[in-house]
């Protein structure tokens, strides 16, 4: 790391909002000063009357080591000789009233003391040395849009424990970690936030000392470590990054120096009471050149390749979770935070102009337009999107009895009338396994075999369908608790127990399927990747569809039934002649399944079907999914007929207006259709959750859940009302 000299230019871009590198300037850094050895500390404090540095080094004597202001008369420097690593200290701020002094962690300390202690800690960042070169060339090669990426969510403190039951260090992660997400086929993980929080059920979203990797794990180094392991074995790392709003513990931000500082002086903008956390105050410079320095810090410092930027709504909606009276429009009479927003474009333009292979993944609950959407475009410049509607829309679907999804079978084809709006990520992520809302396999309906197949069922679905994938630990092995961040996973369920164990080398297999197949990958934000065989057959609650890999000729077909039903016969139109080979199975033996599946070659016939001139006839088998390659071509090209790409969004719900919805649907028909949609669902949906409560506006809708330091129940989605454009689009270039 490179240490600034606090020059009158880097102070300059700090005030501006434009010092991305502000952590070289403040906090404790090693340095020479006057032939001597020693650590420089550097911290803005505007308001103060004074401050000094403490520690066990001065026996937390406040008159000790006092600091004095530089040039600009907001940052306060000290310098202490023969001070060496994990010295502990803080910031003893005299407010300008007088009075006690404040104690504060440094805002950009590298190193925390471990909970509950609140101190920071000296560290060297310059100890470390990387073997990562050989992952950076590849990155560099390669674009992420056109790549596999499978990503497993995980929660370090609650994965696995040691024998003790106390958490697993960084540099056991490192070993045990790596080796089993490299086994599982995963591209990916994601952590949850590793930021220093002081509260394990905040789950680390709630931060105090965020240039800080928390010290539950280890050090500074000991995580390089696990990246740099990760890096080796073709893995790459996604942090959760919480620019949105940070804890009020005393030690913290809030109040630093005695007045608002990162947050704003008005107490609408500055208090989020849904959370009982505080927001940042993204018009201030010195906070831009903060929370943009600090993502700057995870790429440059730690090698991470993603932040997750959690809680994006919260950001961009100055009514976000606030109930009338506790919020006021925009200078346009809006809702929309102005500030937020350009910090956002600010953010994203930064990143990718130092690191572009950078992933800026925003979890956004909203249909605000063009989050995934570079700047220049008019975007909010993340690159990837969350995909909250498709989560909500089919969690919901599969926690139903088969009976009823026919009735509901437009929450398996919604999503398709905007999946190439924004550059979306699948999650199946912790908010849907917490706050009462059962695990995955729970959720699931039916006996105990129904269950897993059920969820055999839904992954295949799952990882067919265009976008990038993200499941949260303990999804594969299918643990049946909710998760609970204070005890590990239940990984004897997989050693004692068949289904389990089958159901973990059913994952396994179906990543594994994922990363061998381009056709599930190579476009999946375009329509020429995807086109429906049939959208429509409510009835037998069945979906087929293709996949496309650029390659035309490259495809996949998906058949899921969500029923516990074999349908014999199935006959569905194909796009090309010649010999079909059934190549995935959820419903294998191997798998837990029954069995039931189509062997040998199934040779097309000359029998129109689903608007096509062959077709196939198949056993499907119940509560499955299977996958369906072309052997070879008979004497006739691979034909995508542009008539059978409308979806009729069958199912409504007791109490919905048909009427209407119908009459939306005709008002978005594709002209140049030779058969319109029906039926253009725009039904909301909301996930019931103890902690959460909803806010509706006429252009969207949102809701927000977090209790007092603790992660919440997810800003849940609404299914968004396609506009005309999308489904036009749908129409003409599926």
């Known amino acids: 790391m490179k240490t600034s000299d606090l020059s009158e230019f880097d102070r300059y871009l700090f005030h501006q909002g434009t010092n991305y590198h502000a952590y070289e300037m403040l906090g404790a850094h090693f340095v020479e000063q006057d032939g001597k050895q020693g650590i420089r500390f550097a911290v803005w404090a505007p308001h103060a009357k004074a401050v000094s540095v403490v520690g066990d080094f001065n026996n937390w ?15 306060w420097v000290a310098f202490v000789e023969s001070l060496g690593e994990g010295e502990l200290y803080k910031y003893a701020i005299e407010p300008q009233w007088g009075g006690p002094h404040i104690m504060k962690a440094d805002p950009y300390g590298f190193y925390a003391e471990k909970k509950p202690e609140t101190a920071s800690r000296t560290f060297d960042m310059n100890h470390y040395k990387w073997s990562d070169d050989g992952w950076k060339v590849q990155k560099r090669k390669e674009s992420s849009y056109d790549r596999p990426m499978l990503t497993y969510e995980v929660h370090l403190g ?18 045990q970690l790596i080796d089993y997400v490299k086994d599982m086929n995963y591209t990916h993980i994601e952590f949850m936030p590793l930021c220093e929080h002081p509260f394990d059920g905040s789950w680390g979203y709630q931060a105090t000392g965020y240039y800080a990797v928390t010290s539950r794990y280890g050090t500074p180094d000991d995580f390089r470590y696990l990246v740099d392991r990760a890096h080796q074995q073709g893995i790459g790392i996604i942090m959760d990054w919480v620019p949105g709003h940070f804890c009020k513990d005393e030690q913290g931000l809030r109040h630093f120096d005695g007045l608002p500082l990162y947050e704003s002086d008005n107490e609408q903008r500055a208090e989020n009471w849904e959370w009982g956390t505080t927001n940042f105050d993204y018009g201030r410079t010195e906070v831009q050149s903060f929370l943009i320095s600090n993502a700057m810090f995870w790429f440059e410092e730690f090698h991470i390749d993603g932040l997750r930027i959690d809680a994006v709504a919260n950001m961009l909606y100055l009514d976000y979770g606030r109930k009338d009276g506790e919020w006021m429009p925009n200078k346009y009479g809006d809702t929309g935070n102005l500030e937020a927003m350009d910090f956002l474009r600010k953010l994203n333009e930064a990143i990718f102009k130092f690191h572009p292979q950078a992933l800026m993944i925003a979890e956004e609950s909203t249909s605000w337009p063009l989050i995934s959407k570079p700047v220049y475009m008019g975007g909010m410049g993340f690159n990837y999107k969350w995909n909250m509607g498709w989560m909500n829309d089919m969690l919901k679907y599969v926690s139903l009895d088969p009976i009823y999804r026919k009735w509901n079978h437009d929450k398996v084809t919604f999503s398709f009338m905007y999946a190439f709006s924004e550059n979306f990520v699948l999650p199946l992520s912790h908010d849907e396994v917490v706050h009462g809302k059962c695990s995955l396999i729970s959720k699931m309906p ?51 127990f068949d289904k389990h164990a089958k159901m973990l080398a059913f994952s396994k297999a179906l990543n594994k399927f994922y990363l061998d197949t381009r056709a599930f990958w190579q476009v999946d934000f375009d329509w020429n990747g995807f086109q429906w065989i049939d959208p429509n057959d409510n009835n037998n609650s069945i979906v087929s569809f293709i996949r496309k890999a650029e390659d035309r000729n490259d495809f996949v077909i998906a058949i899921s039934n969500f029923t516990p039903e074999v349908r014999q016969d199935y006959r569905i139109g194909v796009p090309a002649k010649g010999s079909y080979i059934e190549v995935f199975n959820s419903d294998e033996t191997a ?4 069995g039931v599946k189509n062997v040998g070659e199934i040779q097309s016939q000359d029998k129109p079907w689903h608007n096509r001139e062959q077709s196939i006839s198949l056993t ?53 259709k030779k058969s319109s949609a029906k039926k253009t669902t725009t039904k909301k949906t909301t996930t019931k959750s103890t902690t959460k409560t909803k806010k509706t506006t006429a252009s969207r809708k949102t809701s927000a859940a977090k209790s007092v330091k603790t992660k919440a129940a997810p800003r849940t989605a609404t299914r968004k009302r396609a506009a005309k454009p999308l489904v036009e689009d749908a129409a003409v270039n599926a």
């Open 61 to 75: 004597d406040t008159r000790v080591n006092p600091m004095h202001k530089i040039g600009d008369g907001e940052i």
């Open 158 to 175: 609650s994965w696995r424990r040691n024998a003790e039951g106390e958490y697993l260090t960084y540099r056991e992660a490192a070993d």
């Open 446 to 496: 039916g006996d105990y075999w129904q269950k897993f197949a059920g969820l055999r069922c839904f992954f295949g679905y799952w990882m067919a369908h265009p976008g990038k994938k993200l499941l949260f630990m303990g999804g594969e092995f299918a643990q049946f608790i909710e998760w609970n961040f204070d005890d590990e996973l239940d990984w004897h369920l997989v050693k004692e």
């Open 620 to 672: 499907i088998p119940p509560l499955a999914t299977i996958y369906l390659r072309l052997k070879r071509q008979d004497g006739s090209n691979v034909s995508y007929p542009e008539e059978h790409s409308h979806v009729e969004a069958k199912g409504f719900e007791v109490g919905e207006d048909k009427s209407s919805t119908a009459a939306i649907a005709a008002t978005q028909k594709a002209p140049a």
């Open 591 to 594: 798998f837990g399944g029954s």
